[in-house]
């Protein structure tokens, strides 16, 4: 009879770690299941560090940082001017990152 407990109580311990997944949830208070990445989630270092030369490429775009947007962090891409067509080749995001554009005028490194 003790053996019997003792494999009842080992099946429901392997179902539960079976199962965890369907119950814990992410930061986005999500089930982990049904969140949009199984993988490890990459921080916004890698995720701008990843696309910024891409970016770069966009003539108008002079810069790419990392901001803060509605409390959350953001991917920032500076562009030389307000152009519609530059804007239409931004992203709006980046791997789960909001990506926010602002306009900063054309950049020129200075003399040392």
């Known amino acids: 009879m003790d053996n019997k407990v003792i494999l009842v ?3 429901i311990a392997l179902a539960s770690l079976l199962f965890l997944p369907l119950f814990t949830v992410n ?3 999500q089930p982990l299941l049904l969140s949009t990445s199984l993988s490890i989630r990459q921080t916004i270092e890698q995720v701008k560090e990843q696309y910024e030369s891409d970016l770069l490429r966009i003539n108008g775009v002079v810069g790419v940082g ?3 947007c509605e409390d959350k ?3 920032k891409v ?3 001017n307000e152009s519609l067509n530059v804007q239409k080749q931004i992203p709006k995001q980046l791997n789960g990152f909001k990506v926010d554009t602002q306009v900063m ?3 020129q490194a200075q003399p040392q």
Do not use: R
Request: hydrophobic share 40%.
């Open 27 to 29: 930061q986005d208070k």
């Open 78 to 80: 500076y562009l030389e």
């Open 105 to 107: 005028g054309s950049i």
């Open 9 to 11: 109580f080992i099946i």
């Open 73 to 75: 962090p953001c991917i």
């Open 66 to 68: 990392i901001s803060e």
